[in-house]
């Protein structure tokens, strides 16, 4: 009998508590991450939003102006122009060398 009662242990309740206080730490705290992260995804899509709307805004400003650009170059003629006081360039003249004709001074050769 002795040598059975040696080799059986008697099972001990384990404490659960600190397990149980930890699954509850660990839920509170997914809880509160949960949260901030819903409050950031939120105030970055209202921030897209107001974004989207300026950029909108700005793009169809941008359509305006290069209408009246547009238009604006399509009315200047060249009486128009003259009337404000531009003037037709005359056309340039360049001076060429001729390439088949070299003539060789007398010192060119001499190269110091």
């Known amino acids: 009998m002795k040598k059975l009662s040696a080799l059986t242990k008697a099972i001990t309740p384990i404490n659960t508590k600190p397990f149980i206080l930890a699954g ?3 839920c509170v705290l997914s809880s509160i991450f949960y949260i901030y992260a ?3 995804v939120v105030r970055n899509v209202v921030k897209l ?3 989207e709307t300026q950029l909108s805004q700005i793009t169809s400003e941008v359509g305006e102006m290069e209408f009246t650009y547009i238009n604006q170059k ?3 003629t ?3 122009a003259t009337e404000l006081g531009f003037a037709f360039a ?3 003249r360049f001076i060429s060398r001729k390439t088949n004709a070299v003539a060789l001074a007398e010192g060119a050769l ?3």
Do not use: V
């Open 38 to 40: 819903i409050n950031k």
């Open 24 to 26: 509850i730490g660990l």
């Open 90 to 92: 005359e056309p340039s």
């Open 49 to 51: 939003q107001a974004t």
């Open 74 to 76: 399509n009315s200047i």
């Open 78 to 80: 060249f009486d128009k």
């Open 110 to 112: 001499n190269t110091r």
